[in-house]
């Protein structure tokens, strides 16, 4: 059985999908040496649940996040879609690549990335609730096992905009900082299970700007530090249409220009032929 490893992808969030995007793509262009900064231990915090911060001035992380799902349109508004097909464009700059992009998901924990780009062709990374895989023109297929596997679930949470206590051992409000030229509120949230990821929430407007994420892959942990903005209003929910990412010394920029919802069928998800053929 031929295994690799894949990072995760949860659908529209631009740190994952920028994580995705380069451990993809980076596999279908020629190596080159990654250096890879180092990660600042996890310390344990107190429950998720508690809303612990840094500062009794600041927000807790529930009121800047639940500030944020009022802001796209409210909790039920998300709670009430049972899929999402989100397509673009996707452009690497330094590495002379354009392309298309499709992300699929669906609740509770099914995904589908797929990326068309010229010269290259078609690559993707999907999971069906149980199956993780991947198909790249230059290196075949590949199943996601081990704690890769329990990654791409944890990403793959088609809920996960709403940040429930069972995924994080605890949530921090760091700080007040600026966020590419904007006051934002910076929290830490640390999953259960290990590891740390960071985002940032516009002070005015409510609205998720950003995030820090770090994901495993065949190159060793990538790190992608992402923007995320032009947000538009789809059906119920306002969605950042522009995700602007770098990772591995690459810059990513996804357009999104449709995103639609309750459309999906559940066979989108199937795992494909050349996949089945691995699953033992």
Same mark, same amino acid.
């Given at each position: 059985m031929?295994t690799?490893r894949?990072?995760?992808?949860?659908l529209?969030?631009?740190?994952?999908?920028a994580v995705?995007v380069?451990?993809?793509v980076?596999?279908?262009?020629?190596?080159?040496?990654?250096?890879?900064?180092?990660?600042?231990p996890?310390?344990?915090?107190a429950?998720?649940s508690?809303?612990t911060?840094s500062?009794a001035a600041?927000?807790?992380?529930?009121?800047i996040i639940?500030?944020?799902?009022t802001?796209?349109?409210?909790?039920?508004?998300?709670?009430?879609r049972?899929?999402?097909?989100?397509?673009?464009?996707?452009?690497m700059?330094?590495?002379?690549?354009t392309?298309n992009?499709d992300?699929?998901?669906a609740?509770?924990d099914?995904?589908?990335?797929?990326?068309?780009?010229?010269?290259?062709?078609q690559?993707?990374?999907g999971?069906n609730g *149980?199956?993780g895989?991947?198909l790249?023109?230059?290196?075949g297929?590949?199943? &996601?096992?081990?704690?890769e596997?329990?990654?791409?679930?944890f990403d793959s949470?088609?809920l996960?905009?709403l940040h429930l206590?069972?995924?994080y051992e605890s949530?921090t409000?760091?700080?007040k900082?600026?966020?590419?030229g904007?006051?934002?509120?910076k929290l830490?949230?640390?999953?259960?299970?290990g590891?740390?990821?960071?985002?940032?929430?516009?002070?005015e407007?409510?609205?998720? *700007?950003g995030?820090?994420?770090?994901?495993?892959?065949p190159?060793?942990?990538?790190?992608a530090?992402?923007i995320?903005?032009?947000y538009?209003r789809?059906g119920p929910l306002l969605?950042?249409? &522009?995700?602007?990412?770098?990772?591995?010394g690459?810059?990513q920029?996804?357009?999104?220009?449709?995103?639609?919802?309750d459309?999906v069928?559940?066979s &989108?998800?199937?795992?494909?032929?050349?996949?089945?053929?691995?699953v033992k």
């Amino acid at each position: 059985m031929k295994t690799q490893r894949r990072p995760g992808i949860a659908l529209l969030s631009a740190g994952l999908l920028a994580v995705s995007v380069v451990g993809l793509v980076a596999q279908a262009r020629p190596a080159r040496p990654v250096q890879t900064p180092a990660q600042p231990p996890v310390t344990p915090k107190a429950p998720a649940s508690q809303g612990t911060r840094s500062d009794a001035a600041l927000p807790t992380p529930r009121a800047i996040i639940d500030r944020h799902l009022t802001a796209i349109g409210g909790r039920a508004a998300v709670l009430a879609r049972t899929s999402s097909h989100a397509s673009g464009t996707v452009a690497m700059p330094s590495a002379g690549m354009t392309g298309n992009v499709d992300v699929y998901g669906a609740k509770p924990d099914k995904s589908l990335l797929r990326i068309t780009l010229g010269g290259v062709g078609q690559i993707e990374e999907g999971f069906n609730g *149980t199956v993780g895989w991947s198909l790249n023109p230059m290196t075949g297929p590949a199943l &996601t096992q081990g704690k890769e596997l329990e990654q791409k679930k944890f990403d793959s949470d088609f809920l996960a905009d709403l940040h429930l206590d069972a995924r994080y051992e605890s949530m921090t409000t760091l700080e007040k900082s600026d966020f590419e030229g904007r006051p934002c509120y910076k929290l830490r949230l640390v999953r259960r299970g290990g590891g740390e990821e960071f985002e940032f929430y516009d002070v005015e407007s409510g609205l998720k *700007t950003g995030s820090i994420v770090t994901r495993d892959s065949p190159m060793g942990p990538i790190t992608a530090t992402s923007i995320e903005g032009g947000y538009k209003r789809f059906g119920p929910l306002l969605q950042a249409t &522009t995700l602007k990412s770098t990772a591995m010394g690459f810059e990513q920029q996804v357009t999104l220009t449709s995103i639609e919802y309750d459309t999906v069928s559940p066979s &989108t998800f199937e795992p494909p032929a050349a996949i089945k053929a691995l699953v033992k």
